[in-house]
């Protein structure tokens, strides 16, 4: 009997030390988990009709390896073609052509039960100036063209008027 409450006592002391683990221990999550997480939570909070997916992550910053204390995160995320009223997991929506780009900054937790702080903007849309400055340089160009073939035609009346007219031209 002496044994059996022994055992009893030490399962005791084994299910007070799991207790008092401490949680972040077990739900501790990687740096680009709690990205995704931090867009999932930007997806929640945003007044924007589709979602957002993550395009590209910051380099992943060194050191401490506490899951509490918050770490530097800049990353991209970009609109895709899936509302956010569906459940599609987001790794299977494509992005949106010209989707809206956004680049976000601030910290993450890699504690589950922590909240990201980020501020996300969006990035400025690509002009097509070089489209812009091929059409203005074609219509520049016809523009030159048509005034450069005047200005040979004056030449040439030009020195056609000081030609010789009675002599037929030498071959």
Known sequence: MHAQSEGLFL???????L???PPAFAQSLSYQDAVLRAVDSFNQRSL?????????????PQGEEDPDSPKPVSFTMKETVCPKRSR??????DFKE??????CVGTVTMDQGSDSDLDCNLMPQPV???????????K?????????EKLGQKIK????KFAPKGEPPEP
Do not use: P
């Open 11 to 17: 399962g005791q002391w084994a299910l007070v030390l």
């Open 19 to 21: 207790l008092l683990m």
């Open 48 to 60: 924007d009709t589709n979602a957002y997916r993550l395009l590209a992550l910051d380099s992943q």
């Open 88 to 93: 599609q997991a987001l790794e299977q929506c």
């Open 98 to 103: 010209n989707g809206l780009v956004r680049w």
């Open 128 to 138: 097509h100036k070089f489209s812009r400055l091929g059409k203005f340089l074609r």
């Open 140 to 148: 520049g160009g016809k523009k030159i063209g048509k005034k450069l």
């Open 157 to 160: 009346d030009f020195f056609h």
